[in-house]
């Protein structure tokens, strides 16, 4: 995938974190810090003395407006999904200003889920949201985009997806690949692939505090005007390690991350289309890798 379809696809992730029908309102409270790491020149990828970090805090809600269960068992629901992200960095020593110091993603979709038949199933979602760096802000930081994900479900521990999406990130109204994935495995020892999540391997000691070890996957998108145009800035890290999690009650859950930013780059584009398929002279802009924390907390009401 090229990196320019990134800036577009975080977007999406918050929209495919609930594919399963969910009877009460559920949300998540994350924060994240990464502490200052060296800026790798991206012409000759040096390692400079300048340095940035990373500090973020993201509130994600589905509130169902609506779910009917059918004679055969299976549920067919609509959904409001609201997610807000806002993002702050710092930067040092350096000679002119290269990267944001706040960062906006804030949207709002409708998510449609209903069976299709045997083991096959479809998700719609439509979502609007401001993608912004909080300087001149203007309608050219709204985004919107939409899609549709076929769901075969070929047991009740795996199941795959693919489906077109529309989005207006580039300007002009463009279709893009959507494609889902989630594996989960036993009982104690688990196994999870979400796409485009990230991907985790645990065990459960009892019903209250597992231990996992994650790689995720994760960013953000910003309008900027540079040189009287708009373009499209996005921020994309890469993060593993070690997840503890505790089972507080029944509604709520506690998750602790310790580990390590093995990437963080940003990458813009000018809202062409022809830009996604443009090969670069050099690399983008990065980060070396340093430490990574995060704590969330996780509720599903009934």
């Keep these: 995938m090229k990196k320019g379809l990134l800036t577009v696809f975080y977007g999406l992730a918050h929209l495919s974190c609930w594919v399963n029908a969910q009877s009460g309102i559920s949300g998540e409270l994350k924060t994240e810090y990464i502490p200052h790491s060296s800026y790798i020149r991206p012409e000759d990828s040096v390692k400079t003395g300048s340095k940035s970090d990373f500090k973020r805090v993201d ?30 960095m710092s930067h040092k020593n350096y000679e002119k ?3 944001p110091y706040q960062m906006l993603n804030a949207q709002v979709g409708l998510q449609h889920l209903r069976p299709l038949g045997g083991k096959w199933s479809m998700m719609v979602t439509a979502s ?15 985004l919107g985009q939409g899609g549709v994900l076929f769901i075969r479900n070929f047991r009740p521990n795996l199941a795959l997806g693919a489906g077109p999406v529309l989005t207006t990130a580039f300007g002009v109204p463009m279709i893009m690949p959507w494609i889902y994935f989630d594996w989960k495995t036993g009982n104690k020892i688990k196994f999870n692939i979400n796409f485009p999540q990230g991907m985790e391997a645990g065990y459960q000691f009892t019903d209250k505090f597992a231990l996992k070890a994650v790689v ?20 994309q890290q890469i993060t593993a390690g070690l997840r503890p ?15 390590t930013a093995l990437l963080r780059s940003f990458t813009e584009n000018d809202r062409k289309i022809k830009s996604i398929f443009k090969s670069k ?21 009934p």
């Design 59 to 88: 509130l994600s809600f589905s509130i169902p407006l609506s779910m009917k269960k059918l004679e055969n068992g299976k549920v067919k629901s609509w959904s409001l999904l609201v997610n807000g992200a806002y993002a702050k």
């Design 97 to 99: 200003n290269l990267f």
């Design 128 to 142: 609007a949201g401001v993608y912004t760096d909080m300087e001149n802000v203007s309608f050219d930081d709204v």
């Design 216 to 235: 995720d996957l994760n960013g953000m998108t910003v309008e900027r005007n540079k040189g009287g145009k708009s373009t499209l800035l996005g921020y």
């Design 245 to 259: 999690e505790l089972q507080i009650n029944k509604n709520l859950s506690l998750r602790l991350t310790g580990g």
């Design 281 to 301: 002279k050099m690399e983008d802009p990065r980060f070396a890798s340093t430490f990574y924390m995060a704590v969330s907390l996780r509720w599903n009401l």
